[in-house]
């Protein structure tokens, strides 16, 4: 049986922004680039720089690592992570890891991830999914 550590949070940069709340952190920060007097400031490459952050940023639902079942857990892995008990074995497990890329340009973390929606939690964060469930739950990024 493998264990799924799955992102459960809304990234800040998807929230609206604490200065400006018609803006979401994304919108914001590259305000900010735009709207910079620094002397220097090469913002063509400061706003790629931007895009290709909030492109790898974990996203929710997001298979961030694979364990084996009953292995040990972090503190604060609860805060921002659930986790999925799934029937398959192990080595079938870590191929959900994998990172979306395109020939040498990282789109996203995870190349799969999740629908958590209607998943009923314990105090501890796990769910446990058979195999079938699991797979028609499985979204790949495209």
Known sequence: ?????????????ELPSKSQPELTG????????????MLGLDKTKALMVHDAQYNVRYQR?????????????????PE??????????F????KYMQA????????????YWIDLTGIT?????TAAL????????LRERI
Do not use: C
Not at 80 to 89: A, D, G, K, L
Not at 91 to 94: L, M, N, Y
Not at 130 to 137: Q, V
């Open 91 to 94: 080595e079938e497990a870590k």
């Open 61 to 77: 639902g997001d298979i961030v690592e694979v364990r084996k079942d009953g292995g040990p857990r972090g503190r604060l892995e």
């Open 26 to 37: 994304y919108q914001r920060s590259r305000q900010q680039i735009v709207e910079s007097n």
């Open 121 to 125: 939690f314990d105090k501890n964060k």
């Open 100 to 111: 979306h890329e395109d020939s040498t340009v990282l789109y996203h973390r995870r190349k």
């Open 80 to 89: 921002s992570f659930v986790f999925i008990q799934v029937s398959i074995p």
């Open 130 to 137: 058979n195999a079938k469930h699991f797979n028609e739950r």
């Open 1 to 13: 049986m493998a264990e799924f550590l799955v992102y459960n949070k809304t990234h800040w940069t």
